[in-house]
Nanobody, 120 residues
Framework: QVQLVESGGGLVQAGGSLRLSCAASGSIPSFNTMGWYRQAPGKQRELAALITRSGITNYGDSVKGRFTISRDSAKKAVYLQMNSLKPEDTAVYYC??????????????WGQGTQVTVSS
């Protein structure tokens, strides 16, 4: 059983910074990708950022240039440094980890979410 536990959310003023952390525990495979998704009230969940096992990153258009994702493979952890925060970044942020078996079976894991609120 894999568990992802997020931390680091909170309330910050516009222009400020926050750093989210996500640590995996349990029977942990070597995840193919780890990342962060977010969901604002009344909106669909969207990609914030993800990083592959080899370090390739992908960002949502709205966070490019402001957010940076990093990964500690030894600790099975992923981080999201969020700078120049805007009120529209307010959302619940979810950690995600994906593992593909050699047979092509996908396992998708999610954290419980952490609230980020940016005040104007």
């Amino acid at each position: 059983q894999v568990q992802l536990v997020e931390s680091g959310g909170g309330l910050v003023q516009a222009g400020g910074s926050l750093r989210l952390s996500c640590a995996a525990s349990g029977s942990i495979p070597s995840f193919n990708t780890m990342g962060w998704y977010r969901q604002a009230p009344g909106k669909q969940r969207e990609l914030a950022a993800l990083i592959t096992r080899s370090g390739i990153t992908n960002y949502g258009d709205s966070v490019k240039g402001r957010f940076t994702i990093s990964r500690d493979s030894a600790k099975k952890a992923v981080y999201l440094q969020m700078n120049s925060l805007k009120p529209e970044d307010t959302a619940v942020y979810y950690c995600n980890a994906v593992f593909w078996t050699v047979a092509g079976v996908k396992s998708d894991y999610w954290g419980q979410g952490t609230q980020v609120t940016v005040s104007s």
